[in-house]
């Protein structure tokens, strides 16, 4: 049981280290890409066009319980090796590990009056897998810990999902304090690994020592694989199929979904704007390669029994399977996408430079996972913009981060994380931050003379020019 608790602890180590993500970004309002975190946010421009394949990279991992350091550790002077024990005694009762990888493979915006429209092709995958530390106590240690009570061990899932997102996005200057953004996401499934919470008791006798455990399970997968019985039907094997058509595989389109995203930003006065924004609403439906697989059962296993097992590993396993042995079907299934919750204010400090704040929550298996990001934000004349922010989240300090947008001419280039210390000590980070990329600015100096025409890159952020607008009038 120790090496399955390895496994499954140092797999998800390797991808480790989520929920701060884009904080720095959402209140760099003269950045082209701060419209993927709010829709209402227009460009300073006429055209923006994306690099293909390099327009906007992210790359984002996050782990409330430990990083990579906490579960490997050095000995015998260089030698590295595996010890979950002190990172799952530190663990809560659930905890969550995730990451993200998103591809920008084609971004256009235009902006026209006082419209905004986008359209945007964009490959992401993300994993999000929560952890029972009950659960892993078991597996690594056995029933020591659990003598004389109930245990839940509820709670272990794993979610991962591959998907091809095509985005039309329209924002628009409302008045003279309001802009408002929407942006419909047409969603195409590639792979994915569901559960259901997997629900688990355990109670073990303070007196016989006698073993009861019983549980339920509910895996789905979208995936090209291979499933082996034996002649009772029992699962002997799981894999990858052999020759998958990657380019099938890529091209996929049956498993459809839609989401949404709905933004705005409101000016309160002249100095203070509001910003929220509502991403991720939606979900998808699963249709090929599709199998679910349930699981539930009892075990009552006296001491010596169990004794005898652990010294049979081999027989052990067969009667776990025999119990537990999954019944399969190939039905259909849906997924929600991960909703994420953005609200934002910042004050002009002077023409070039304002502060704010930025709170950031997502909703996963009905648990919040919240961080609260300061920042300040400053434009250079009209070919750079840059940012230093602190979050507090995840029971670590060190969360610095920054964010570059340069304008060379017609081209565009932006890099921003939001804990800039975690790439000098990868091994200790719990959040590692990324995203960058190259597009392209086109027609940034033609003055409007249409009243509440927006300002060109590098001015500070309005929503119309301050000698143009109506005087400010408090309600």
């Known amino acids: 049981m120790r090496i399955v608790t390895i496994c499954i602890i140092l797999s998800i180590a390797l991808i480790k280290t989520k929920a701060q993500q884009n904080n720095t970004l959402f209140l760099m309002h003269d950045l082209p890409q701060s419209n993927i975190v709010n829709p209402s946010i227009p460009i300073k421009c006429k055209l923006h066009i994306a690099m293909p394949f390099l327009g906007s990279t992210h790359i984002n991992t996050y782990s409330t319980g430990f990083s990579f350091s906490d579960v490997v550790e050095t000995y015998n002077g260089d030698s590295l090796r595996f010890n979950p024990d002190k990172a799952i005694h530190k663990f809560n009762n659930i905890e969550v590990v995730a990451t993200e990888a998103h591809i920008s493979i084609l971004s256009i915006g235009i902006m026209h009056k006082q419209n905004y429209f986008t359209f945007s092709i964009n490959e992401k995958v993300n994993t ?33 999902i591959h998907y091809r997102e095509y985005a039309l996005g329209w924002a628009r200057k409302i008045n003279d304090y309001l802009n408002i953004g929407i942006r419909a996401k047409l969603l195409f499934g590639k792979g994915n690994i569901y559960t259901k919470p997997i629900l688990a008791r355990l109670n073990t006798d303070p007196y016989t020592y006698n073993l009861n455990l019983e549980g ?8 090209p694989i291979d499933i082996i019985t034996n002649s009772e039907g029992d699962i002997e094997e799981v894999d990858m199929q052999d020759n998958i058509n990657w ?3 890529a091209l996929n389109t049956q498993n459809k ?7 705005m930003t409101y000016q ?17 439906k699963w ?19 169990f004794n005898e097992g652990l010294d049979d590993s ?40 304002n502060i704010g704040a930025v709170f950031h929550t997502e909703m996963y298996q009905n ?6 990001t300061f920042s300040s934000n400053s434009t250079f004349g009209n070919i750079l913009a840059i940012s230093a922010s602190y979050t507090i989240q995840n029971k670590q300090l060190n969360n610095i981060g920054m964010g570059l947008g340069a304008k060379l001419g017609f081209i565009y280039l932006h890099a921003i994380s939001d804990n800039v210390p975690a790439f000098f000590d990868l091994g200790k980070a719990r959040n590692i931050n990324l995203r960058f990329g190259i597009s392209y600015l086109f027609k940034c100096n033609e003055k409007s003379t249409e009243r509440g025409a927006l300002p060109c890159f590098g001015e500070p952020y309005r929503a119309v020019k301050t000698n143009t607008r109506k005087p400010y009038k408090k309600k």
């Open 128 to 160: 999000y897998h929560s952890l029972s530390k009950n659960a892993l106590i078991f597996a690594n240690e056995g029933n020591s810990q659990f003598v004389g009570k109930y245990s839940s061990m509820d709670g272990t899932r794993i979610n991962a």
């Open 216 to 223: 339920v399970g509910d895996l789905y997968s979208s995936f």
């Open 247 to 249: 380019t099938k595989y």
């Open 257 to 263: 979904g839609v989401g949404l995203d709905l933004g």
């Open 268 to 284: 309160i006065d002249e100095k203070t704007t509001f910003s929220a924004s509502l991403l991720d609403i939606g979900f998808i």
């Open 287 to 305: 249709n090929s390669n599709t199998n679910h697989f349930h699981s539930g059962g009892r075990l009552d296993v006296s001491a010596d029994t």
């Open 314 to 353: 081999e027989e052990m396993a067969d009667t776990l399977s025999a119990i537990f042995n999954p019944v399969i079907n190939q039905e259909a299934y849906s997924t929600p996408l991960v909703p994420a919750l953005y609200t934002g204010i910042s004050r002009d400090l002077n023409s070039r430079t």
């Open 367 to 372: 648990r919040w996972h919240p961080s609260l």
